[in-house]
């Protein structure tokens, strides 16, 4: 049974900030839910921080069809990007995006101190974030007649289901949200009063 929970990132928090030799390394986390958005939030760090030297990152973003994607932006091949993709994968996070901005201090840190800056900027970041667990869930529509709302009723309470939005006119309409591990036994139950119209929302 596939997990019907994931982490991920509520809010964007506080940018870290770690140097080394006088190269200045500003991380950022953001949450993002498709590649559009890591694009638009790339280009916001490029214009604040327009005269840095490299704008580095790495995102996870999907639940079963996970897409990662790691770009070192012009620093030596493996040196940023998988770095700071290897933190987030470390706290099996997804949707979420890490850009670590660098402003070059005049040294070169050679391939291992990059990793390390890389990786430890991403690292600090990722720990200011808060982290949340999400439950994936599936709506189902159940329209029903009058005398049938106790019913429907009595086993939304049963499960505990969350309504998502509901109409209880004469012909009445209650859309729940169901975790996706038990949506099959819950729309099972529905099913069993035949008179119930349902409407699975993905």
């Keep these: 049974m596939p997990a019907d929970f994931y982490y991920t990132i509520d809010r964007q928090p506080e940018p870290a900030i770690f140097k080394d030799r006088k190269s200045k390394f500003i991380a950022y986390s953001i949450p993002v839910d498709d590649t559009g958005s890591v694009k638009t939030e790339i280009e916001k760090l490029k214009k604040k921080h327009h005269s840095a030297r490299h704008w580095c990152y790495a995102y996870r973003i999907g639940i079963e069809n996970i897409i990662e994607r790691a770009n070192d932006d012009g620093e030596p091949a493996n040196s940023a990007g998988q770095p700071i993709l290897n933190q987030i994968k470390t706290k099996n996070l997804t949707n979420v995006l890490v850009v670590v901005v660098r402003y070059f201090g005049g040294v070169k840190l050679g391939i291992g101190g990059l ?16 982290i949340v667990e999400k439950i994936r869930k599936i709506k189902l529509k159940i329209g029903f007649d009058y005398q049938d709302m106790n019913k429907v009723m009595r086993l939304i309470k049963t499960y505990d289901l969350e309504i998502v939005c509901q109409n209880l006119q004469q012909n009445g309409e209650i859309t729940v949200a169901i975790r996706l591990n038990d949506y099959k036994t819950v729309k099972n139950q529905f099913e069993k009063i035949y008179t119930l119209k349902l409407k699975t929302i993905e």
């Design 115 to 130: 990793t390390n800056a890389y990786k430890t900027a991403a690292q600090m970041v990722l720990e200011q974030a808060e």
